[in-house]
């Protein structure tokens, strides 16, 4: 079970619930991945809310070996989530939000369509 306090949260990838979390290791790659050069331009990168598949791919995959699952990209890349596509942005939002302490980031992409109001 994801302990808040430690930056973790749980997803369900692939039919079976996974605790993900960014830890300074998995911060330090996701760094070099994106070429930040700081936490602060990290931070700064996810903050347009705009995420490609691979960035989503990347994103959760340090979060999957963070916490000490040994999943690799490509396998990652094969499970499925409730809600399609839309889990996967919402994993990541919720898994950044966890680690920069921040609330949960508005994702401004054709993967994230606002819910109907009043239906």
């Excluded at 430690?6 to 996974?18: K, M, N, P, Q, W």
């Excluded at 979390?21 to 331009?41: I, K, R, S, W």
């Excluded at 960035?55 to 963070?66: N, S």
Aim: glycine share 14%; net charge negative; aromatic share 4%.
């Amino acid at each position: 079970m994801a302990n808040m306090h430690r930056g973790e949260i749980d997803a369900e990838l692939g039919g079976r619930t996974y605790t993900l979390c960014l830890t300074l290791g998995a911060l330090a790659d996701l760094e070099a991945a994106f070429g930040a050069g700081d936490l602060v331009a990290l931070a700064k990168r996810f903050e347009d809310g705009r995420l490609s598949a691979r960035d989503l791919i990347i994103i959760i995959g340090r979060g999957l070996r963070g916490a000490g699952h040994p999943v690799s990209d490509d396998e990652l890349a094969a499970l499925t989530v409730p809600g399609g596509l839309q889990g996967y942005v919402r994993i990541a939002a919720q898994l950044l939000a966890a680690t920069f302490g921040a609330p949960t980031p508005e994702l401004n992409s054709a993967a994230n369509p606002r819910e109907p109001q009043g239906v």
